[in-house]
Every structure is written in structure tokens, then in C-alpha cells.
């Protein structure tokens, strides 16, 4: 199992923004790994993922293009980084790890989620 803590949130201006999401537990090199958002009144979004070496990831549209998903399974660390924000970035950001080596549909990689965070607001403000 692995336990996740997502931090890097709070009020950003239009810009960049960094989140991490910490596991403990030796197991995160086991999963692949997901970032959802929802924000206010909006369903949740499949945001990025990345496969459980870093050689394969995924963006959802919004993101693509400005956004990079990474890991280090030393530090067993996930990130994501967003720049030129805009005020659709808003919302709680999730990690969650996932046994499906399939990140390319949202609803495989849901059916493979053992654990995900408590989340990190994001508010962009310009």
C-alpha cells in the first residue's frame, strides 16, 4: 500500500504552480500515478498521469502543452507542473495511484485506484 499527501496549493496568480504528492510506503514504484481536479460545481477531471517508470504519461486538452506530470521513485515523489495559468485551473488537485498500467483512459486507470489524497486547493486569481 502507499499512503499520499498532496501539497504546493494555495492562491496563485496567472503563472506557474508546482504540486507534489508524497507516498510512503515502499511500494509506489508499483503503480501508476494520476492527477484529478474538480472545481467548484464541476465534475472531476482527469488531469495527467504517468506510468509507474516515467516512460509513458498522459494529459487530458486543457493541460496539454503546459503541463508536465513527473516522478521520482527515489524519493518517491509525484509532481505537476502547470505554467501559463489560467482561471479554469482552479480547483482540488488529487493524486491517486493506480495498478492499471493503462493511463490513457480515465475509467481503466479508475478501476485500477488502491489509494489517492486528501487533495490541495488551487486557487488562481489574476
Known amino acids: 500500500q502507499v499512503h499520499l499527501v498532496e501539497s504546493g496549493g494555495g492562491l496563485v496568480t496567472e503563472g506557474s504552480m508546482r504540486l507534489s504528492c508524497a507516498a510512503s510506503?515502499?511500494?509506489?514504484?508499483?503503480?501508476?500515478m494520476g492527477w484529478f481536479r474538480q472545481g467548484d460545481g464541476k465534475a472531476r477531471e482527469y488531469v495527467a498521469a504517468?506510468?509507474?517508470?516515467?516512460?509513458?504519461?498522459f494529459y487530458t486538452d486543457s493541460v496539454k502543452g503546459r503541463s508536465t506530470i513527473s516522478r521520482d521513485n527515489d524519493k518517491n515523489t509525484l509532481y505537476l507542473q502547470v505554467n501559463n495559468l489560467k482561471a479554469d485551473d482552479t480547483g482540488v488537485y488529487y493524486c491517486?495511484?493506480?495498478?492499471?498500467?493503462?493511463?490513457?483512459?480515465?475509467?481503466?486507470?479508475?478501476?485500477?485506484?488502491?489509494?489517492w489524497g486528501q487533495g490541495t486547493l488551487v486557487t488562481v486569481s489574476s
Open positions: 510506503g515502499r511500494s509506489f514504484k508499483e503503480f501508476s
Open positions: 491517486e495511484a493506480s495498478r492499471s498500467p493503462d493511463i490513457r483512459w480515465s475509467r481503466n486507470f479508475l478501476r485500477g485506484v488502491e489509494e
Open positions: 504517468i506510468n509507474w517508470d516515467g516512460s509513458d504519461t
